[in-house]
């Protein structure tokens, strides 16, 4: 049997899945990936099969998956205000820093919490 190479794009969220799947199932990471293309086709061939459930699926996780992005967003405008918080009130403590240090201050803190968390920009 002959192969053909693609290469392919995955977020660093499906990355992680697939490697911590793959991990579990003892495999590497290029062979689940190749088992989920297999699966994925042999599912989409018999979409005429299953009817219109795969399309309200479909649509479903279309919605699913545009609600976690905005969850995605309202949780970093949270850690933005909460690192803006702590700023600010690092700052009242002692003497007062102007604006523009305040800000700087904000988005260094902003960075560091998005690189703990592993979301780096």
């Not at 192969?3 to 003892?26: F, G, K, M, N, Y």
């Not at 479903?60 to 998956?65: A, H, V």
Request: hydrophobic share 45%; charged share 20%.
């Amino acid at each position: 049997m002959r192969h053909v190479q693609h290469s392919i794009r995955l977020p660093i969220v499906l990355d992680r899945t697939l490697r911590q799947l793959a991990t579990r199932r003892e495999m590497t990471p290029y062979a689940l990936l190749q088992d989920c293309v297999r699966i994925g086709l042999a599912a989409m061939t018999q979409e005429g099969a299953t009817g219109p459930i795969p399309a309200a699926l479909a649509e479903e996780l279309g919605q699913i998956s545009a609600r976690i992005v905005h969850v995605e967003r309202l949780t970093e405008r949270a850690l933005y205000v909460s690192c803006a918080a702590y700023v600010f009130a690092r700052a009242a403590a002692p003497t007062r820093i102007d604006e523009t240090r305040l800000t700087d201050d904000i988005n260094a803190a902003f960075q560091r919490q998005l690189a703990l968390a592993g979301d780096t920009p």
